[in-house]
């Protein structure tokens, strides 16, 4: 299996040393955020948010349709700039050093955008030359993660022709490749079988093992509360709520300490335990 030792981050030449922004404990931050603020026209999407996330640690982002999820995600990894505030990713401010914070992070997105006329295995070597991988690590990393995920006999395939499931396993390959300090996940288990989907949970926790920070928004709460050391709830833009799943449950305002995670979840942004059925079936 592929693992990713610890990496020196250096200021880019010709440009500031971003870290001498972050709070003393920047050694241990992999990723923070600071008084984040997006507007869209009359609308707030994310309202002066800050969190931050350690090294090794496995942070789930949670939070209804329209809560600001994937907005903060694309704020953190440079995809959108904040309306205010700021983020950094291993001490690198993302928007004054851009490229720098970019090879330092592996981002899956929701909704992938391939180049289709590409093969699995030219995919994720274009991959590695755009992170400037050295040419002998980009065929060594291709092979072993085409393999661990099963791709390999499809790998000279056209993604064109590829399934939901493999077009999500050959972006989370490319954006393991080049050994990030932080990766970005946004529904990494949609459309996964369930043999792939335990291969990319085994392989996430050999990450983390080794110090990689994972950001990672689901809707699915049993695989977030099985992965994830730490999560956040996040609700029309703000953060309502934070901790560990013990730490959630012995704030939550439900009876008992045995509440999942979807219970915390409904009961922190306010839905109510309610039946609800079609009358057309009764």
């Excluded at 704020?75 to 720098?100: I, Q």
């Excluded at 050999?206 to 695989?223: K, P």
Aim: proline share 5%; net charge negative; charged share 25%.
């Amino acid at each position: 299996m592929t693992t990713f030792p610890e990496q020196n981050v250096l200021p880019p030449s010709g440009q500031p040393d971003c870290k001498s922004e972050v709070p003393e404990e920047r050694e241990e931050t992999a990723i923070l955020a600071r008084d984040l603020v997006q507007v869209f026209g009359p609308k707030t999407a994310v309202n002066h948010l800050n969190l931050s996330v350690k090294r090794g640690e496995f942070y789930g982002f949670l939070g209804p349709n329209g809560a600001g999820k994937s907005t903060t995600i694309k704020m953190c990894t440079g995809l959108l700039r904040p309306t205010a505030g700021e983020t950094f990713v291993s001490g690198v401010n993302v928007w004054r050093a851009p490229l720098k914070a970019r090879s330092l992070m592996g981002v899956l997105p929701e909704y992938l955008n391939l180049y289709e006329r590409l093969s699995g295995r030219e995919y994720l070597t274009f991959a590695g030359h755009m992170y400037g991988v050295p040419r002998a690590d980009i065929q060594h990393r291709t092979e072993e993660l085409l393999d661990v995920l099963m791709l390999t006999p499809d790998a000279d395939k056209l993604i064109i022709d590829y399934s939901v499931g493999m077009r999500k396993k050959v972006a989370f390959a490319a954006a393991l490749l080049h050994q990030p300090q932080v990766l970005f996940l946004d529904e990494p288990f949609e459309g996964i079988d369930p043999v792939s989907s335990r291969v990319m949970r085994d392989i996430l926790y050999d990450l983390t093992r080794h110090g990689t920070a994972i950001f990672f928004s689901s809707h699915i709460m049993e695989v977030v509360e099985r992965l994830c050391t730490r999560v956040g709830i996040i609700n029309q833009g703000v953060l309502v709520a934070e901790g560990t799943l013990d730490e959630l449950r012995a704030r939550a305002s439900g009876e008992g300490r045995d509440e999942t995670l979807e219970d915390i979840f409904l009961n922190v942004i306010g839905v109510q335990e309610e039946t609800h059925n079609l009358s057309w079936l009764d």
